[in-house]
C-alpha cells in the first residue's frame, strides 16, 4: 500500500464493486427487447399515443410492423424507437433481423 493513500474497502456480502446500470421501469407506453423478446408483448394505448421500445440486447434489433405503417432503423444497445399511433387499430410487429421476435400494439379510439 502507498503512504498517504486510502485503504482498501473490505469485501462485503452482497456487495459488488462492478457498476451498475439502474433498471429501467417500463411504463405503460414502453416496450423493453431483453433476451430476443419484446416485453409485454402486447401493449394497450389509446390513439394518438406515442409507443418507446429499448433495446437491452446486447445484439441489434429493429422494430417493424407487419402493415408497413412504422419501422425502425437498426437499434444497438441502449438505442430506443418510438412511433406515434394516430389511429386505432391492431399493429403487429417483428424484428427484422430475428424474425422469430414478434409483439402487438392494440390501438384504442
Do not use: L
Request: net charge negative; hydrophobic share 35%.
Amino acid at each position: 500500500m502507498t503512504p498517504g493513500a486510502p485503504a482498501p474497502m473490505p469485501d462485503m456480502p452482497g456487495m459488488s464493486s462492478t457498476p451498475r446500470t439502474p433498471a429501467v421501469t417500463a411504463g405503460p407506453n414502453a416496450v423493453t427487447i431483453d433476451n430476443f423478446a419484446f416485453g409485454p408483448q402486447t401493449v394497450t394505448v389509446k390513439a394518438g399515443t406515442t409507443v418507446t421500445w429499448t433495446n437491452r440486447d446486447e445484439e441489434p434489433h429493429t422494430v417493424v410492423a407487419r402493415d408497413g405503417s412504422f419501422h425502425s432503423p437498426g437499434m444497438g444497445t441502449g438505442a430506443t424507437f418510438g412511433f406515434t399511433f394516430a389511429q386505432p387499430g391492431t399493429f403487429s410487429y417483428f424484428c427484422s433481423i430475428h424474425p422469430f421476435m414478434h409483439a402487438t400494439v392494440v390501438v384504442t379510439p
